[in-house]
């Protein structure tokens, strides 16, 4: 196995932290920078090579982050600079790496770019965003949607223009075009990688070219993604970051992937000479939307998520390397989407759901929260919530006259605060995540779901976590080998194989509750299968599956 073409970032597993909702040291119910330094033994712990930070430079929050007034400082809600360096040094120290968020489709309406770009037609800045005329009608430029609902153009009395921002009215989209933005971009991304930091996950990234300012024949049909990515410049732009920027650096980059196609993976990620290393590919985590409202829960069936994965494997092939995730904070929890959260079933799903992201070929990301197999939240109503997709999609709605109980449904099952309630430490008061009001409400179930415990009983998700990490540690195949989906049609039980020259590994994973037989046992002919993990007690590989059960074996 000498002549394999080895990466670090290939071998990493990463761990995503959500700072809000992390641990808040100073009892003002924010999550800090600080805080994290506090739980890095625990991060240690477990076992994960790199972090990646969502958004810590200063922000008015009106996206929790998404939305920065100022690249280079970092946001008081989460401390200092010099806090900063210290956690960094700290998860250096323990030989954990440090990926950033780097958002740069839009900045902050406070960013003193934007300020200064909306003050007149003729300001230096001016060309930073995109200002467009009112349509002939008065009315926007175009019937351009914004992801967070109503028009993704805004008027400005100031200058009476429009701006373009595909998310809220308080993230104007900036102007790639201009060559002084992408310099000012490069110039921000050596600051921090100057810094020490090792990597960068890059926000909406097909969206940084934009299409011609056109209207579209049905704004509201299929995912806006499909509409905006991809605008004519966007690789050139990519390959200027890399050249002026990633060259100089052994860094790992990740790009949020929306809209980017299975015939476009070597279009835009690499191993080598590319800004991108790899993308997440959101085709799994969709499945359970409404096609054209993708707020309304959808039934699916676990062909599909096979399918999806098994389609991606292929598309990443060995034009550039996977990323696999369950969850993030865009989305609700794994464990209650994908598993099965009612209390006789929540452990053992969430340890099913580990066990195939930890052998799933592609660096796999853990999403805070789901190593002790926290749930969805019971919003009791739609003024708990506090995520601005949310809050926009409900007013938008509940003007346009739907009933409020469906949306309250609708974004319960769905809603991104789900994966936004703080880190559940402690059975105690808030969860042990503030000694202060959270700013997201703590999930009721912190009395049995919680770190603590989990830490105290060995049979743990959280040590399954730590168990599986090792393992994927230990044997080269389930970072490297081919994958081999088996019974792609089983209704219940998704099982593959890892194959990497004589060394072989064999999942089987049962999606049910109810107790089902190993589909091709066959495979085991010939062989004298060993035990690697599961999530019960060891057993034969042909022992029918217990709800929820998983396997790996060695053969
Ligand atoms: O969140 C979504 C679905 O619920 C997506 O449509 C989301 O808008 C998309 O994933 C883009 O996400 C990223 O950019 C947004 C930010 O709000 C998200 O948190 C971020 O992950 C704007 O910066």
């Known amino acids: 196995m000498s002549d394999l073409d080895r990466r670090w970032w290939k071998e990493a597993v990463v761990y995503q932290i959500y700072p809000r909702s992390f641990n808040d040291t100073t009892g003002d119910g924010n999550g800090d920078l600080p805080g994290i330094t506090e739980k890095l033994d625990y991060l240690a712990e477990l076992g994960v090579d790199v972090v990646w930070l969502s958004p810590v430079y200063d922000s008015p929050m009106h996206d929790n982050g998404y939305d920065i007034r100022d690249y280079r400082a970092i946001n008081p809600m989460f401390g200092t600079m010099a806090d900063f360096d210290e956690m960094l040094a700290g998860l250096h120290d323990r030989g954990i790496r440090l990926m950033m968020d780097l958002v740069v489709n839009h900045t902050s309406s406070e960013h003193r770019w934007f300020r200064r770009s909306r003050q007149s037609r003729e300001n230096p800045y001016r060309d930073y965003y995109h200002w467009r005329p009112p349509a002939d009608d008065g009315g926007p430029p175009t019937n351009w949607r914004s992801f967070f609902s109503g028009s993704a153009w805004t008027f400005d009395e100031a200058t009476g223009r429009y701006y373009l921002h595909l998310f809220d009215e308080t993230q104007p989209d900036l102007n790639w075009s201009n060559p002084e933005v992408r310099a000012a971009v490069f110039e921000m991304m050596r600051f921090w990688l100057d810094k020490g930091v090792d990597g960068f996950r890059m ?78 590919q959101f085709d799994h985590v969709e499945i359970g939307r409404g096609d054209d409202d993708r707020h309304e ?75 002790i197999g926290m749930t969805n939240a019971p919003f009791e109503s739609l003024e708990d919530f506090r995520d601005v997709e949310t809050i926009n999609d409900v007013q938008e709605r509940v003007a ?124 085991f002919t010939g062989t004298a299968p060993t035990f690697l993990l599961g999530t019960h007690a060891e057993a034969e590989p042909t022992a029918p599956l217990q709800p929820y059960e998983g396997r790996i074996y060695a053969l």
Do not use: C
Request: charged share 25%; hydrophobic share 35%; proline share 7%.
């Open 400 to 523: 346009a006259g739907a009933d409020r109980e469906t949306l309250l449904e609708q974004h319960r099952a769905l809603g991104r605060d789900n994966a936004r309630t703080p880190m559940q430490w402690t059975d105690g008061p808030e969860a042990g995540f503030t000694d202060g009001t959270p700013w997201l409400l703590v999930n009721p179930n912190h009395e049995t779901v919680n770190v603590d415990d989990e830490r105290a009983d060995p049979d743990s998700v959280l040590h399954y976590y730590r168990r599986l990490i090792t393992l994927r540690h230990e044997h080269d195949v389930l970072v490297y080998g081919d994958y081999e989906l088996m019974a792609p049609d089983h209704r219940s039980v998704y099982a593959y194989r890892r194959v990497l020259g004589d060394a072989e590994v064999l999942v089987a994973l049962n999606f049910s509750d109810t107790t089902t037989s190993v589909p091709a046992p066959e495979a």
């Open 297 to 371: 829960p959808r039934d699916w069936s676990l062909p599909e998520l096979k399918a999806a994965l098994t389609r991606w494997d292929e598309a990443f092939g060995d034009e550039a390397w996977p990323s696999v995730f369950l969850g993030n904070h865009d989305l609700p929890r794994a464990v209650s989407y994908f598993g099965d959260d009612r209390p006789a079933y929540r452990r053992r799903s969430a340890k099913l759901l580990a066990t195939l992201l930890l052998t799933l070929r592609g660096t796999p990301y853990v999403y805070q929260g789901d190593e």
């Open 203 to 280: 926000d909406v990234i097909p969206l940084l070219s934009k299409p011609p300012f056109e209207d579209l024949d049905d704004p509201a049909a299929g995912s806006l993604h499909d509409h905006y990515a991809h605008g004519p410049r966007i690789h050139e732009y990519l390959g200027e970051m890399y050249d002026r920027v990633l060259s100089d650096y052994d860094v790992m980059t990740v790009g949020e992937g929306y809209a980017i196609g299975s015939d476009q993976v070597s279009d835009y990620a690499g191993d080598d000479d590319r800004a991108l290393q790899s993308f997440f």
